[in-house]
C-alpha cells in the first residue's frame, strides 16, 4: 500500500519544512497565541499538547491561513506563507478539522477528488467541451482517488455518503481527502478525538503509514499515551505560549507540564484561583501516564 | 383517517372494501354516458345520454386505472407473479381515486360557474362524484401497501428504450393538446387530471422505474426529447398564437437555465438575474439593422450573440468581482440593486443625461427579423406541408440555444469545477481548506450564467422586435428564481418545468391574471412547506433540505450514483 507516493517529490529527512517564528494572535484584549516558535523537520511526527483553551487550534489556523497572525511569520520550505488557506494548500500544507468538515452530502470518493482540485487544471472550456486534458485529470483523479480511499482503509465506501459513514471512518476519509492535496505536511487536529481504543490505534498505524510515505505530520491531541508513542518530538502549548518542547518522554516528564495539565496546590498558581483542581479541565486527560 | 381505521379493521375489510371501491369506479365509468351539464356552453357539449363527449373520454382514464388497481389483486399473487410486490396496489388505488374525484370536482365548478349555477350540474356529473368519493372511501379501508419496488425489477433494455420513446410521445401529444385547450375551465380540468395522472404514475412506482431506465439510456431520453421538441411545431397547423408561447417560455426556460448555474449548483442568491437577459437583449438592438440602433456597427447575427454574451459576462463580472467576497443575504441585496440600476441605466441613456445608447424609455424598436445562412425567420416556410410560421423558426432557434446552454450546464456540473461548486455549497471553508478557489469559481458560475442570459436575450430582441427597458424589472427576476426554486434547485429537467408552469399558466388562464402575483405566491409558500427541493429533486439538494432525515441519506445513495456518479464524465456530460 506505501506505493501510494506523494506526487514523486523527494524529501530528506531533517530538512527544516515548517519555520513558525514569534507568532502571535490577538483578538481584541485577548492573547491566543502568545509568541510560538515551531519548527517541523521532514518526516517527522510532532505532536502539540496542552490543556482545553491552550490555543492549540487557533494556532494551527495561523499556520493554515484561516487566521491572518497578528505578529510574526511562518515559513514552509523556506517561504513565507500566505495568508489563504488554498495557497497554503498549493504550498503542500493539508488540514483536518477538530469536528470532522466533510462534504456531507457528497460521496467519499467525491470528497477525496475535491481535494485534488488544487493539483489538477481542467478549466471551463476544457469541461464544456470535454477535452482530453479534462478527460485525462478525471480518470487520473478517480484512479489516485481510490488509492488513496485504499490507503487509508476505506475499501469499499468510496460511493457511500460521508453522512453515511460511521465516524472513524468519516476521521479516515477526512485524512484522506487531505493527502488527496498532495501535502508535504499533514496537519491533524485531534484526529481520535471519539474513538475507541481500537481505532485510536488503527489512527496511530495510519499516521505511521503516511510518516512512511516521506510525508511530516503536525498533530494536535488530547490522548497522552496516544500522542507519546508517536511523536518524535512534543511541544506543550500553556495559555496561548510554548511551555516546553522536545523529545516525546523529556516533555511527558517535565513537572511544568504535569502542572499545567494536573494542577499545583492554590498558593503557587499566578491567579491563585479558588477550585485547586481548576486548570485539569478534562477528566479525559486523566490517562496521561504523568 | 389513518388513525381512525386501524390496521385490523382494514385487514378484516379488505374484500369488501375492495368490491364497494370497484364499484365506485364502475359509476364514475358509466356517468360518462350520461349527461353531465344542462346546456353545452360548459368545457364542451357534456349534455347528452349514450356517448362520452371528446373532454369526458379524460374522465373515464383514471377510474379505470382505479379499477384496474382494485380488481388486479383479486387474480391472486401467483398471477401477478413479480408484479404482486413491485407495485404499490392499494395505496396507488387510494390516489388514483383522490385524483380522479379532484378532476371531476374541477369539472363540475367550472360547469356551476360558466353556467351560473350548481343547478347546471346534471345526473352524469352528480354520479361521478359520487363514484369518487365512495372510491375514495372504500380504498381508505384497504391495508397500505408498501413501496414500491418496481425500479429494482430488471427490465430488458428494449423495454426501457420503448418507455422512454413512448413517453416523449406522450409528452408531446400532451403539450399540443394542452395548448390547443382555449377555455379556461378545459385547460384547469386538463392539468388537474395531468397531475392526477403525474401522482398516480409516481405512486405505483411507474416515475422510478422510468427515472432508471432515463438514467441508463442517457443518450435516448436526449435525443427524443429534442426530437419532440422539434416536432412540436407541426402540430400546430401553422397557428403562431401557440408557437408565440412556446418561443416566450424557451427564452424565459433558458435565462432560468442560466440562473439555474448561479443558484442551482453554486447556490448563490441572484435576485437581478434579468439585468442580464436585458443586457443581452439591448446590445444585439443596438447592432442590430433597426432604424433606432445607436451603434453604426452591424456584424453577423452571429457575432452579435457572442458580444451579447460577452457583454452581459462582463457585467456579471463587475458586479460579481466586489460582491462575491460577501454571501447569502449581502449578495441578494447587491443583486437585488444591480437589477434596478440596470433598468434606470438603461432608461436614461437618451442622449439628455447620458449619451444616447437606448433611446430612454421607448427603447429600440423595429428590430429586424434574422436571416440565419438563409433561412428568413420572419417568412413563412412550408415543411412537409405544414406551415411553418415566423414564431415557430425563433422557436427552433431557442431550441438550439436551449441545446447548447443544458450541455454547458450539464458538462460544467459533472467535471472538477461542478464539484468544487458542490463543495463552496456544502462548507466553503473546508472548500478552501482543501484548495479550492471558491472566489474564483463563484466568479465563473456569475459570469458563466450572465453570458447565457445574453445569449438568450439577443434571441429574445429579435423575436419580440422591439427591446425596451421596463421590461426587465424585479419582478422578472422574481419569476427566473421562482421558475428555478419551482422546478428543482440544480436539475435540467426540473428548471424547464418550473419555466414551463410559469409562463405558461398565465397565458392559459388569462382570467386569473390580476390574481398572478397571490396565485404564484401561495404556490411557493406551499412548495417551501412541502417540498422545498422543487418538483424535480436534485438528489444532493434534498439531502441539503433534509440534514437530518438519516433514511433519506440511505435511499438517496444509490440514486446519487446513478445519476451523479462522483461527477464523473465517464457517466454523464455530453461531447461536442
Known sequence: MTQVATGGHHVDSGTLLLQASNVTMRFGGLTAVNDVSLNVHAGEIFGLIGPNGAGKTTFFNCLTGLYKPTSGEVRFAGEVLPPQPRLVVRAGMARTFQNIRLFHNMTAIENVMVGMYGRTKTNAIDAIFRLPRHRREELASTERARELLDFVGLVGASDMLSRNLPYGDQRRLEIARALATDPKLLLLDEPTAGMNPQETRQAEELIFKIRDLGLAVLVIEHDMRFIFNLCDRVACLVRGAVLVEGPGNVVQNDPRVIEAYIGTPPEELPEAGPAPEQPAANPGEGNADA | ?576
Do not use: C
Request: glycine residues 10%; hydrophobic residues 55%; aromatic residues 10%.
Open chain 2, 1 to 576: 383517517m389513518r388513525a381512525i381505521i386501524s390496521d385490523e379493521t382494514k385487514v378484516r375489510l379488505r374484500y369488501p372494501a375492495r368490491a364497494v371501491g370497484i364499484l365506485g369506479a364502475v359509476l364514475m365509468i358509466a356517468s360518462i354516458m350520461m349527461p353531465w351539464a344542462y346546456g353545452h356552453e360548459a368545457l364542451d357539449d357534456m349534455g347528452f345520454y349514450g356517448a362520452p363527449s371528446p373532454l369526458q373520454v379524460f374522465f373515464v382514464i383514471l377510474p379505470v386505472i382505479v379499477l384496474l388497481l382494485l380488481a388486479a389483486p383479486l387474480v391472486g399473487k401467483p398471477r401477478l407473479g413479480k408484479f404482486a410486490r413491485a407495485l404499490a396496489w392499494n395505496t396507488s388505488a387510494k390516489t388514483a381515486s383522490i385524483a380522479a374525484t379532484a378532476t371531476v370536482a374541477v369539472a363540475l365548478i367550472d360547469i356551476a360557474i360558466e353556467l351560473e349555477g350548481l343547478v347546471n350540474v346534471e345526473v352524469g356529473g352528480w354520479l361521478a362524484l359520487v363514484g369518487g368519493i365512495v372510491a375514495i372511501a372504500a380504498t381508505l379501508f384497504l391495508p397500505d401497501s408498501p413501496e414500491p419496488t418496481l425500479d429494482r425489477m430488471k427490465s430488458p433494455n428494449w423495454l426501457q428504450i420503448l418507455a422512454i420513446v413512448v413517453l416523449m410521445g406522450m409528452l408531446l401529444f400532451t403539450a399540443a393538446f394542452a395548448l390547443s385547450l382555449d377555455k379556461a375551465g378545459q385547460f384547469l380540468m386538463f392539468a388537474a387530471f395531468l397531475v392526477g395522472v403525474v401522482l398516480v404514475l409516481r405512486q405505483v412506482g411507474v416515475f422510478a422505474w422510468l427515472g432508471l431506465a432515463a438514467a441508463n439510456n442517457n443518450r435516448v431520453l436526449v435525443l427524443s426529447a429534442f426530437i419532440v421538441a422539434f416536432a412540436f411545431p407541426f402540430t400546430q397547423n401553422g397557428s403562431d398564437a401557440n408557437m408565440s408561447i412556446a418561443s416566450q417560455v424557451l427564452i424565459f426556460a433558458a435565462a432560468a437555465l442560466g440562473l439555474n448555474i448561479v443558484v442551482g449548483l453554486v447556490g448563490l442568491l441572484d435576485l437581478g438575474y434579468i439585468a442580464f437577459l436585458g443586457a443581452g437583449a439591448f446590445t444585439a438592438a443596438v447592432l442590430s439593422d433597426s432604424a433606432f440602433a445607436t451603434v453604426n456597427f452591424k456584424p453577423p447575427f452571429i457575432i452579435t450573440v457572442l458580444i451579447a454574451g460577452v457583454v452581459s459576462s462582463l457585467l456579471g463580472l463587475l458586479i460579481g468581482a466586489p460582491t462575491l467576497r460577501v454571501s447569502g443575504d449581502y449578495l441578494a441585496i447587491v443583486t437585488l440593486a444591480f437589477g434596478e440600476i440596470f433598468r434606470i441605466t438603461m432608461n436614461n441613456l437618451d442622449g439628455t443625461d447620458g449619451p444616447n445608447l437606448t433611446n430612454g424609455p421607448n427603447g429600440i424598436p423595429g428590430i429586424p427579423d434574422l436571416n440565419i445562412f438563409g433561412y428568413d425567420l420572419g417568412a413563412v416556410h412550408d415543411i412537409l406541408g405544414i406551415e411553418i410560421g415566423r414564431f415557430a423558426n425563433y422557436y427552433w432557434l431557442m431550441l438550439i440555444v436551449i441545446a447548447v446552454i443544458i450541455v454547458v450546464f450539464m458538462n460544467l456540473n459533472y467535471s472538477r469545477i461542478g464539484r468544487g461548486w458542490v463543495a463552496i455549497r456544502e462548507d466553503e471553508l473546508a472548500a478552501e481548506a482543501m484548495g479550492v478557489n471558491a472566489f474564483a469559481l463563484k466568479l465563473l458560475a456569475f459570469a458563466g450564467g450572465a453570458f447565457l442570459a445574453g445569449v438568450a436575450g439577443s434571441v429574445k430582441a429579435h423575436m419580440d422586435t422591439s427591446v425596451t427597458p421596463d421590461q426587465y424589472v424585479f419582478l422578472e427576476s422574481a419569476f427566473l428564481l421562482a421558475a428555478v426554486v419551482l422546478g428543482g434547485m440544480g436539475t435540467v429537467m426540473g428548471v424547464l418545468i418550473g419555466a414551463t408552469i410559469l409562463k405558461l399558466l398565465p397565458e392559459k388562464l388569462r382570467f386569473f391574471s390580476d390574481y398572478r402575483l397571490l396565485v404564484f405566491g401561495l404556490l411557493m409558500v406551499f412548495m417551501m412547506r412541502f417540498r422545498p427541493e422543487g418538483i424535480i429533486a436534485d438528489e444532493r439538494r434534498q439531502l441539503e433540505f433534509h440534514a437530518e432525515d438519516e433514511e433519506l441519506a440511505e435511499e438517496l445513495e444509490e440514486e446519487l450514483i446513478t445519476h451523479h456518479g462522483h461527477l464523473n464524465p465517464e457517466r454523464k456530460g455530453f461531447d461536442l
